[in-house]
Nanobody, 124 residues
Framework: QVQLVESGGGLVQAGGSLRLSCVAS????????MGWFRQAPGKEREFVAA????????YYVDSVKGRFTISRDNAKNTVYLQMNSLKPEDTAVYYC?????????????????WGQGTQVTVSS
C-alpha cells in the first residue's frame, strides 16, 4: 500500500509563510514527478507547482511564480512547497500527487496517486 501524506497547513495572515510537506510511504519518490494542486470551496481544482525526476525541472502556475518554491528530497521520500507572501486568494485545500513519466505536469489526470489534502487559510 503506497500512500501520500501532506502536512504543514494552517492559518496565517496575509504576507506570511508556510511550508507544506508530502511524505510517501511504501516506496521511494525516485523516478516520479510530484505535483501540488489546490481547491478552494466552489472552485475547480487547479495546478500549483510540479517537480520532475530530472534535476532542475520545476513548473508553476503564473499566480504563484516568485512566491512559491517546490523542492524534493528523494532520500527522505519527501516533497516540499515553500509558500511566501501568502495572499487570501491562496486559501484552499492543497493536495500532493505523484506522476510516473515525463511531460504534461499541469494536467491533474496525468497523476495516479493523491494525498488527502491539507488546509491552508490566509486571512486579510
Amino acid at each position: 500500500q503506497v500512500q501520500l501524506v501532506e502536512s504543514g497547513g494552517g492559518l496565517v495572515q496575509a504576507g506570511g509563510s508556510l511550508r507544506l510537506s508530502c511524505v510517501a510511504s511504501g516506496r521511494t519518490f525516485g523516478n516520479y514527478a510530484m505535483g501540488w494542486f489546490r481547491q478552494a470551496p466552489g472552485k475547480e481544482r487547479e495546478f500549483v507547482a510540479a517537480i520532475g525526476w530530472s534535476v532542475g525541472s520545476t513548473y508553476y502556475v503564473d499566480s504563484v511564480k516568485g512566491r512559491f518554491t517546490i523542492s524534493r528530497d528523494n532520500a527522505k521520500n519527501t516533497v516540499y512547497l515553500q509558500m511566501n507572501s501568502l495572499k487570501p486568494e491562496d486559501t484552499a485545500v492543497y493536495y500532493c500527487a505523484a506522476k510516473s513519466g515525463s511531460y504534461y505536469y499541469r494536467n491533474q489526470y496525468e497523476y495516479n496517486l493523491w494525498g488527502q489534502g491539507t488546509q491552508v487559510t490566509v486571512s486579510s
